[in-house]
């Protein structure tokens, strides 16, 4: 119950404030409710159990096998609290909205609804449905409340998420097919029991395909130009709910579904994979050092820290996969963290152009605090959950195939990934030191920093990563049932 | 016996820098009070678990993941971690009290003092860290803190360019330092030092491989005591506060390299061939450091070189692996460089913070106590019997001159410009005539600023001395040769002495002129070329693909081809966004329904 309650919840809520309720209380409200309600689920989670809790079933067609199934592991418990988190601080970052306020947070409640119903969802079809009925709200916000060339950039993410999901969906597809007609259920845990029968040609192809629709969902390199432009021109609340959040949709599929039913594909593409996050880690990185907008720079910066978790992916080890996870969760809050301190600094100054700026940390100073710790959180700083994540994920890699006379390819990656973790810093540090650091320009003297009221969500995001950060264990306790039952038996 | 008191040594002043920042950052009185309070209680704490023999600290886990990683919290209290302890709390808590004057009227005087606890607790982590992972995190901890303390005056352009350049120098060592554990590592299957070293056979099978994996664990050291070819970012830290420079740039976290590899000196002396690359580098940190040293004319960074040139004499030491002497001259030499630094910040803050030597001058009559301390810095520094640098450097001196005879000559032609450099700054700062205004009308440091120099004088002379260093050290006992390289060490001192005394003496200015030295060998120069060259240029060549071929060419190109679907919905006439969305949703219901079901 406590599930639908955490699902419906935004949606409801969206619902009322269409028929008039008054928009950001309502919002804030349904938000502030819905992380109670997923707080009480994580605390009353029994961690260290296999399988699914807080299930409740709704059959709708037992021709199809269909029914409207809820339940979670501990891998999606840590995205419902992500999304109720970054939810949260989303809709109080959101500052005024001049045209059609109710609609705006309609579109984030909407968004926040179908990212819930898409983790927690056991079954393919409304794993997939809720996660589209998220995606057109997105489009949305961007085409009419973002800033600069927001229609252009609006088409662009449509086109490309639209193939990506379509591309996802023939995948999808082609699984629920791969399995002899008697056993073939949209049931995950059906699924995952008779993974054993998807014959090894065909999980290849299969997870070719679903690794592109996947990917271009995350922007996997090259799959990947839709995203700093779209995090540019998306009102700030928009940004951190798609990069904080709904993005990461793709990496949990890859996680829930094609890891564990596909393994054998997933071996036999890792290579391919390994070269494409390089990509993400070295090119774009790269890309990013030469960004001369704060907002391109954090949209890019967000494609590349993908190239990690998808090397968690790649590893092929528990370790590995655990600091995806890590990952998954800790980038989402550092990111969101990130646009919303962007957004702030975009409304008071006009301008995100880092030659422009200087010196707001005398201004500031709280901007520049929740700046600095999320910059630093995002460039793995030790104490904070990045760090954690990306040692697991490192780890995990150089030690798949690990020997002393020769380094395969995963020993290759993670000498590039580290180098990716300078890279990181340069851009990072670069970014503060233009924002903040030097002397204030005359024309951002009379700026006012941030309101004491968004205290709150900086407070709570920071407190989320420093826990997960200070204590990786308590994570690790939650996810690691869900990734032993994909190693366990040595296939 | 098992206690949690040295958890609380640790966690002392993590506390006050979380206080601070979440309660008193506007009461900068009281922020100081709390910070200056815990690293007294550290220091308490410390001397404590100085004296309890066997005492152990309860274990945490970080991650669990066995049979593939564990990852514990875990602290390791031996003779070695114990004189880090004392002396890092110890010096910390002198340099808080320091700070109390310097930073008297700074605006920013809670968030300094925030980062100088928030400083000692990853100092102290450091230290106390009883395996690699956590170790590293402890590490990177330092390295923001240093990087919020160089960057204190961050409304300064060089301030704000230093602290991003220490920063990202430290990171450079680190990439190295992370690989070199994964390797030590995946070969001995844990990251803590006491299971690794029993695990040594699993990797010494593989000497290539070890020397590897040492070499790349050195270059975090490297980076944190800034060695040849990392050391760039240490003189340009100096443009955080003078007590920061004393603390970090001086005394601690620079050191925190050498002690590093004295930590895990059972896997370094391991690989013979890291080693003796090992101590080269040291040797042409020394040398280096010391050349540039003769020409500069800011009194911080003369000494910012000559802590260079020391530190590399520490890593000459591990490298003809002996920890022992590197530990002694690591700790003789905190004494005296926080000394020297915090009188050098004494004379800054009284001329008006005028940081050229030449323009002062005769300062011993008017900064009577400032000058005294600073003598017994200088001779400790230069190795002047029977100060406290004396002993450590000839430790290191005789080691050379057992193991290798051309460092030994090296070493030796650096005990000669150390004292050359140290001498040209005593006669040209504390003797003549006052060169400008400021020099003039110095006046000594108010009394919170003087005691810790007196404080510190103390055991910059005397901490070389056999029954202090008994305490701390289980030394080598006295070699054969002792009084050969002890006799040469003091000529050439003493003609280093005489020569500075000689060349400045009632000098208006320098009347050498290199530029090669004073430019530091253009390292700056020629690293800023090289940034430029491939990281800047593959940026804009990565930006200008991702933007103009990949974005532009590929992905317009195949919205081209969905162009059609678009032209098709303006037929419709309901172009708007919000519709296509609608059309885009029912579309995909439809597909659902005709290729499951039909």
Known sequence: MILLFIVFCPIVAALVIVIGAPARRTALWAAGLTLAATMLAYLTFEAGQRGFQFISSYPISSDWRISFTLGIDGLSLMMLLLTAIVTFAAIWFTGEIAQREHAFYVCLLLISGGAMGAFASLDLFFFYAFHELALIPTFLLIGIWGTGNRQAAAWKITIYLATGSFILLLGLIMLYRSVPEAARSFDFRTLQKAASLIPSDAQGSIFLVLLIGFGILVSLFPFHTWAPEAYASAPAPAAMLHAGVLKKFGLYGLLRLALPLLPQGAQQWSTLLIVLLLGNIIYVGLATIAQKRLDWMLGYSSVMHMGYIFLGIASGTLLGTNGAALLIFAHGISIALLFGIAGEIRQRTGTLLLTDLGG????????????????????GLPGFANFSGEVMVLFGTFRNGANPDRFTIFQVATVLALWGVVISAVYMLRACRSVFMGAVGESWSGVTDLRRGLRVPIGILVAMSLWFGFVPQSFVQIVSPTFKSYFAPKR | MSSALPWYVLFLPF?????????????????????????????????????????????????????????????????????????????????????????????????????????????????????????????????????????????????????????????????????????????????????????????????????????????????????????????????????????????????????????????????????????????????????????????????????????????????????????????????????????????????????????????????????????????????????????????????????????????????????FYMLRLVVVVFFGKPRSDQARSGR???????????????????????????????????????????????????????????????????????????????????????????????????????????????????????WGFGSLLRLLQVGTLQAYSFLFGLGIVGLIYFTLFR
Request: aromatic share 14%; glycine share 10%.
């Open chain 2, 444 to 562: 000594e440091a108010p009394w919170v600023m003087i005691t810790p120099l007196i404080v510190l004088a103390i055991p910059a002379f005397a901490s070389g001395f056999g029954f202090v260093t008994k305490l701390f050290f289980h030394l080598p006992g006295e070699n054969e040769t002792g009084w050969l390289v002890s006799g040469l060490a003091l000529a050439a001192t003493l003609t280093g002495i005489t020569l500075a005394i000689l060349l400045y003496r009632r000098r208006e200015s320098d009347p050498l002129d290199f530029d090669l030295f004073r430019k530091g060998f253009y390292f700056d120069e020629i690293y800023g070329f090289l940034i430029r060259a491939t990281q800047g240029v593959l940026a804009s060549i990565s930006a200008f693909i991702d933007r103009w071929i990949l974005d532009v060419g590929f992905v317009r190109g195949a919205s081209g081809a969905t």
């Open chain 1, 360 to 379: 707001l940390g005398k201004v500031m100073p709280r901007a520049a605090l929740a700046f600095g710790l999320a910059a630093f959180a995002s460039i």
């Open chain 2, 15 to 419: 506390f006050a820098a979380v206080a601070i920042v979440l309660i008193t950052k506007s009461y900068r009185g009281l922020s100081s009070f709390i910070s200056v309070a815990s690293v007294l209680g550290s220091f308490a704490g410390s001397c404590l678990v100085f004296v309890t023999p066997n005492i152990r600290a309860l274990e945490l886990t970080w991650i669990d993941l066995r049979p593939v990683l564990y990852v514990p919290l875990g602290l390791v209290l031996d003779d070695l971690s114990k004189t880090m302890l004392v002396l890092v709390t110890g010096i910390g808590a002198l340099i808080h009290i320091y700070s109390l004057g310097y930073m008297k009227d700074d605006a920013g005087k809670s968030r300094y003092f925030a980062s100088l606890s928030f400083f000692m607790f990853s100092m102290l982590g450091v230290v106390l860290s009883n395996n690699f992972v956590m170790m590293f995190i402890f590490w990177e901890l330092v390295g923001v803190s240093s990087y919020l303390l160089i960057g204190h005056w961050f409304e300064r352009d060089a301030a704000a360019e230093a602290a991003k350049k220490a920063f990202l120098t430290n990171r450079v060592g680190d990439f190295g330092f992370v690989l070199g554990i994964l390797m030590a590592w995946t070969a001995t299957g844990t990251i803590v030092f006491h299971e690794m070293a029993q695990q040594l056979g699993r990797i010494t099978s593989y000497p290539g491989y070890l020397t590897v994996a040492v070499l790349l664990i050195f270059c975090g050291a490297g980076g944190k005591s800034a060695q040849f070819p990392l050391h760039v970012w240490l003189p340009d830290a100096m443009e955080g506060p003078t007590p920061i420079s004393a603390l970090i740039h001086a005394a601690t976290m620079v050191a925190a390299g050498v002690y590093m590899l004295v930590r895990v000196g059972f896997l370094i002396q391991a690989a013979p061939q890291a080693l003796s690359i090992i101590a080269w580098i040291g040797t042409i940190t020394a040398v280096m450091a010391a050349l540039i040293a003769t020409q500069q004319n800011d009194i911080k960074r003369i000494l910012a070189y000559s802590t260079l040139s020391q530190l590399g004499y520490m890593v000459m030491a591990v490298g003809l692996a002996s920890g022992e002497a590197a530990m002694f001259h690591l700790f003789t030499h905190a004494f005296f460089k926080a000394l020297l630094f915090l009188g050098a910040g004494s004379i800054i803050v009284m001329l008006n913070h005028e940081q050229n030597i030449w323009k002062m001058g005769g300062l011993a009559g008017r900064l009577g106590i400032t000058f005294l301390t600073f003598m017994v810095g200088t001779l400790a520094l230069i190795g002047f019997p029977p100060f406290s640098g004396f002993f450590s450097k000839d430790a290191i001196l005789a080691l050379a001159y057992e193991k290798n005879q051309k460092i030994f000559c090296l070493a030796l032609f650096t005990a000669f410009l150390t004292a």
